[in-house]
């Protein structure tokens, strides 16, 4: 059975940093963050592989970090440099696909696995 658990949410202010955590259990070929604003569209954040290749949204890129620990299941979204904007729900999502269709443009619908989701909320 597919497990995908996050923690780490909270608020914070703007500039701030967060650490979201997914405890998983696989393996999977590709995981990564997605996240939605309230009459948003969910998004992608960051993806990794089991290639460990890594690619994140334009929006988060240079301020978020994916990582991975196998020894531990768990996935990790190091956020730092936080904005407003970055105010969402942040979901955990697991699937089988790599390479290129391994990447935070791909649409939400095309992973099968997710997790319940956690609130971050940034604030002035």
């Known amino acids: 059975q597919v497990q995908l658990e996050e923690s780490g949410g909270g608020s914070v202010q703007a500039g701030g940093a967060l650490r979201l955590s997914c405890a998983f259990s696989g393996p999977f070929v590709c995981m990564g963050w997605f996240r939605q604003a309230p009459g948003k569209e969910r998004e992608g954040v960051a993806t990794?592989?089991?290639?460990?290749?890594?690619a994140y949204a334009d929006s988060v890129q240079g301020r978020f970090t994916i990582s991975k620990d196998n020894s531990k299941n768990t996935l990790y979204l190091q956020m730092d440099s936080l904005k407003l904007e970055d105010t969402a729900m942040y979901y955990c999502m697991a699937g089988d696909i790599s390479g290129p269709y391994c990447h935070p443009t791909r649409h939400f619908a095309d992973f099968p696995f997710w997790g319940q989701g956690t609130q971050v909320t940034v604030s002035s």
């Open positions: 990794t592989d089991r290639y460990h290749l890594i």
